[in-house]
């Protein structure tokens, strides 16, 4: 079997439309500004710390500057993410990629202070045939990995509310399906979730 692949989902970074949680702290440029380093953090630590394949999934499509930068500069695959909600457009990517790789995962890009250690762990439970899931501390997660793609996990779900993590784990229990969790981490949503995690990851101190 092929080395898991790794699917970052990410949203083009345009003013008003970006980050909007870290309104009105900071001003519909700056927060799209934040957004556009959140990606290319992300994008850089999954090709360093992820041996297999890495691809950039973007919403709503691949024209913004900084997919095209990226994609040309990292030499990953840049695809559009498929139409639905949040739900629907990750059971597609990770469909797609368990179908090319037999295994894969989609990340999120808040979390850019994720330790490669953590992504080396994910990685290494993937291979050996095991479901990983990393919970967010504010009862969601940054990143879901899966031998099979289940439709169950991702339907009829309340994105962005505190519920995704235990109604995931929960579905996951009625299915027969065991999850290995990764270190809970805090996500980036909010201008106090910026700020306390700039006090230990360097580079998000010159937005504070």
Known sequence: MSQPELIIFAKQPVPGEAKTRLLPEYSPERAAEIAA???????ELAVSAWP?????????DVDHPLFQELAREFHIRLTPQAGGDLGAR?????REGVERHGCAAVMGCDVPHCDADILDQANGWLARGNNVL???EDGGYYFIGLQEARPELFEDMPWGSNQVLSMTLARAEELGMEFD????LRDIDTGRDLWLIA??????????
Request: proline fraction near 8%.
């Open 37 to 43: 380093f959140l990606i290319r953090a992300t994008v």
């Open 52 to 60: 297999g394949d890495v691809a950039l999934h973007a919403w709503p």
């Open 90 to 94: 990750m059971l597609s990517a990770l």
């Open 134 to 136: 990393g919970p967010t």
């Open 181 to 184: 969790l990764l270190a809970k």
């Open 199 to 208: 006090q230990k990851y360097e580079p998000l101190k010159k937005f504070l």
